[in-house]
């Protein structure tokens, strides 16, 4: 995929075809995590019914299931990156160590969204296909196939008001050795803590309908 | 201590085949119309499984629960084992729980015997390490020799039910939950199982067996349980046994 797309896009964008290889590359692998895992979650509880209905698990159990098995797929994919890396080097190094960091917290927003999505689509089965077709749009409109410094300082705002490009930027810049701005750490952590406190709260108040709804 | 009080117990299973429950969409249509366009979401169906239960069983009970098909025996136990919460009343259980319902769930038929031990482990609540120590005995009491290294892929049912049943008996347990009195394996096997599974039984705190079996259960619990449609119709007490 990214052989095919990057030096097309490259060209088409009119961006230098090694920059935009190495950005193309990354954003695509990070991006097939996030909304994989996004896109699976709603069938978090309703896969695993079988083993809800059978054993008193925590139902936490059926998410660490489906994140451990998305980081493997990411771990597969990232040797891309490595090869990338090696062969395109960043502009720098020295921010590679926030990188885990980013990762992280990106796995604590993901863990919050995929409880909460697991549980309303048990209730509501049509969810997941919502979800779906969000994530799809989504796609396009993160800076994964364009970059965000192409938009210019009067759009900026499509980047800046879209969470998943934050997510993607506190993976991504550490990488690449681009400056990351402040905002992406601040919209991160400030969404990890909302979201946990209002999935905890909902996921408090249904936790105990989950069996029944399957 | 093993106890398990309840009192009022209620559990409700809603219904929602019909079109438009289980639809976000129409939900939040039938928010914002108030019900004009999509049909009344609220006005769902439930069937009530368990109805007002009370019982009190204390630490060397041999509880039997017997009726037809239907009256709420496996959900019981399911509420005991603490899958379903109950929707009113109060439930309390004291000890340890082991469910002997569903004792080949999680099992992989891609991986080998040994590695499927530790899956079951694991969904027992065992740490790694307690399986590591009774995996051995485990192996042993499951006799399917060297196929305990090949993919589950390659037993017979028999076989694999064998290595489930080895593994859901070789723990201690406070209180056990069993769905008709398991039985697994050949002729010979059958004998082993029997044994071991008694022993187990015997060492528990507290047992509650749900049968159809009654000969079974006037043999080896002291509480009868009647249901019928989710009630309890009468509780016969015979402390002949234990």
């Known amino acids: ?214 | 201590m093993a106890v398990i009080q309840a009192h009022n117990l209620v559990v409700e299973f809603p219904i929602y085949s019909f079109t438009g429950h289980r639809s976000f969409k129409k939900s939040l249509l039938n928010l914002a119309t108030g019900g004009i366009l999509a049909k009344d979401a609220a006005n769902r169906v439930v069937v009530r499984a368990l109805d007002n239960l009370n019982f009190e069983f204390h630490e060397g009970d041999r509880v039997g629960l017997i009726g037809s098909n239907g009256s709420g025996k496996s959900t019981l136990l399911q509420v005991l084992a603490g899958i379903y919460e109950p929707v009113a009343g109060d439930l309390k259980v004291e000890g340890r729980i082991t469910s002997m319902l569903g004792i080949t769930l999680g099992m992989d038929a891609e991986v080998t015997g040994v590695e499927n031990i530790y899956l079951r482990g694991r969904l027992m609540g065992l740490s790694r390490q307690q399986i590591d120590a009774m995996v051995d005995d485990i192996a042993d009491f499951a006799g399917i020799g060297d196929f305990l290294n090949l993919p589950m892929r390659t037993y017979s049912s028999g076989m694999a039910m064998r290595l489930a049943f080895a593994v859901a008996t070789s723990v201690d347990a406070d209180i056990i939950l069993m769905d008709e009195w398991l039985s697994v394996g050949d002729a010979e096997f059958v004998q082993k199982a029997k044994a071991k599974l008694t022993q187990m039984v015997d060492k528990a705190r507290l047992v509650v067996i749900a049968s159809h079996n009654h000969a079974m259960i006037k043999d080896q619990c002291n509480i009868i349980l009647t249901l019928e449609h989710g009630k309890i119709v009468s509780t016969q007490r015979t402390d002949s046994t234990s």
Not at chain 1, 45 to 60: D, H, M, N, R, T
Not at chain 1, 128 to 151: D, G, R
Not at chain 1, 169 to 186: D, K, N, T
């Open chain 1, 1 to 214: 995929m990214v052989g095919a797309m990057g030096p097309l896009y490259g060209a088409l964008l009119g961006q230098d075809v090694a920059s935009y290889l190495q950005h193309l590359a990354i954003s695509l692998i990070i991006w097939t995590f996030i909304s994989g895992l996004i896109n699976e979650a709603g069938t978090a509880f309703v896969g695993a019914e079988g083993y809800i209905k059978q054993v008193a698990l925590p139902l936490s159990v059926h998410i660490f299931r489906l994140i451990a098995k998305n980081v493997v797929m990411l771990a597969h994919n990232a040797l891309i990156i490595v090869v990338v890396l090696i062969f395109l080097p960043p502009a720098h190094w020295r921010d590679v160590w926030l990188f885990p960091l980013g990762l992280l917290l990106v796995l604590g927003n993901l863990f919050w969204i995929s409880l909460l999505l697991a549980v309303l689509s048990t209730r509501f089965r049509d969810i997941p296909q919502l979800v779906t077709n969000i994530v799809q749009v989504a796609f396009f409109l993160s800076p994964i196939i364009w970059k965000a410094s192409m938009l210019g300082p009067k759009n900026r705002f499509v980047a800046d008001f879209n969470p998943l490009y934050h997510f993607i930027e506190v993976i991504r810049a550490p990488l690449l050795g681009e400056p990351i701005h402040a905002i992406s750490w601040i919209v991160t952590v400030s969404l990890l803590v909302l979201g946990s406190i209002v999935a905890f709260l909902v996921f408090a108040r249904l936790r105990a309908r989950v069996p029944y709804w399957l």
